[in-house]
């Protein structure tokens, strides 16, 4: 399996942040993860940010986490994915990032975005129907602090520096027009786990996101190398009994999920017919590897990050499932082994 670089696909983990406890054994269990991730050769980290909303994300600050990360390894990537940007004031996340790049030794990831969900934009002074004109004056604003222009009348600028976040920027979106205006910035494209649909059936996810992948290549800037994301729902466990009992969660609470939006699904679709149509993947390394390799955009990535979300099990079995992908998954999907550098 090669990617659009034809060089060596880099491997990370995702997460919500969504354990079961408080928010101190969440943010621990994370950091633990992480820790994990680097002895096990991963080569990136990444976390979500999400406001008020403790069910969908447990993170709204996710340079803090990512800086107490980085104390506690010394080679793996950390990536945000994403900041929400139109809730950000952009100059604080320019100076967040360059504190944090400073700190890590130049290993930071910096993915924005302009979603978030859409109750969380009042209390920030904000609309969500606005949110995509004030992420582009957001975005612009943080551009220009990290490229080093003078922000105050008497020559200020970004302190400290950080021209090197410029290159470590990606983007998200679900559409062929945003991939398009990322691949002209010459920024990396962050591809969902999966993509909304409103009604049963019809493409699946990596179907719709092929279109999506050929408008950022054919975007990028002659001489600029491709940046692709594509992060997926894995949940790897060592027997079929395991599999069955976090199917069986996943999908009630995907259910519940997609009856609060007004999703109607066959009351005859098969457990299986409806994983594949959410786009997670649990199971065997055998039954997760079937399934994966029925996703064509996985041949195109230069990065794939996989997470445990929706399933969000305990933290020993997120361990497992790392391991898990490490050894079995990555290596015979992506053709991955850990960076020996």
């Known amino acids: ?145 990290l490229r080093g222009d003078e922000l105050t009348t008497d020559g200020g600028a970004l302190y400290p520096s950080a021209p090197d976040v410029l290159d470590a920027i990606w983007e998200a979106t679900f559409s062929v027009a945003g991939a398009e205006r990322i691949g002209r910035r010459g920024n990396g494209l962050m591809l969902s786990r999966t993509q909304p649909r409103q009604v049963w059936g019809g493409p699946t996810s990596p179907e719709l996101q092929g279109p999506i992948v050929d408008a950022y290549l054919a975007a990028l800037p002659a001489g600029v190398r491709p940046r692709i994301l594509a992060s997926r729902s894995a949940l790897v466990v060592d027997t079929e009994a395991e599999a069955q009992e976090w199917i069986r969660r996943g999908i009630d609470r995907s259910r519940a999920l997609l009856s609060s939006q007004g999703v109607e699904l066959p009351s005859d679709v098969s457990d299986a017919e409806l994983l594949a149509w959410l786009d997670i993947h649990v199971g065997t390394p055998e039954q997760v590897l079937a399934t994966l390799r029925t996703d064509a955009i996985l041949a195109r990535a230069t990065d794939v990050a996989f997470q445990p979300h929706p399933i969000d099990p305990p933290h020993e079995a997120v361990l497992r499932s790392l391991e898990l992908i490490a050894t079995r998954i990555a290596p015979e999907l992506l053709g991955w082994s850990p960076d020996q550098a």
């Open 1 to 145: 399996m090669t990617n659009e670089t034809a060089g060596r696909t880099r491997l990370g983990f995702f997460t919500r942040l969504l354990d079961d406890g408080t928010p101190l054994q969440r943010y621990r269990n994370a950091l633990d993860q992480f820790v994990r991730a680097e002895e096990l050769g991963l080569d990136g980290v990444w976390v979500a940010q999400h406001h008020f909303h403790q069910d969908e994300g447990g993170l709204p600050s996710p340079f803090v986490l990512l800086a107490q990360a980085a104390a506690r390894t010394s080679r793996i990537h950390l990536g945000t994915g994403i900041v929400t940007l139109p809730l950000e004031a952009p100059l604080r996340v320019a100076e967040d990032a360059a504190v944090l790049q400073l700190l890590s030794g130049g290993r930071l990831e910096l993915g924005i975005g302009s979603g978030g969900t859409p109750s969380s934009f009042p209390p920030f002074g904000h609309e969500s129907a606005d949110r995509a004109a004030v992420y582009d004056r957001h975005r612009e604003t943080l551009v220009r602090a």
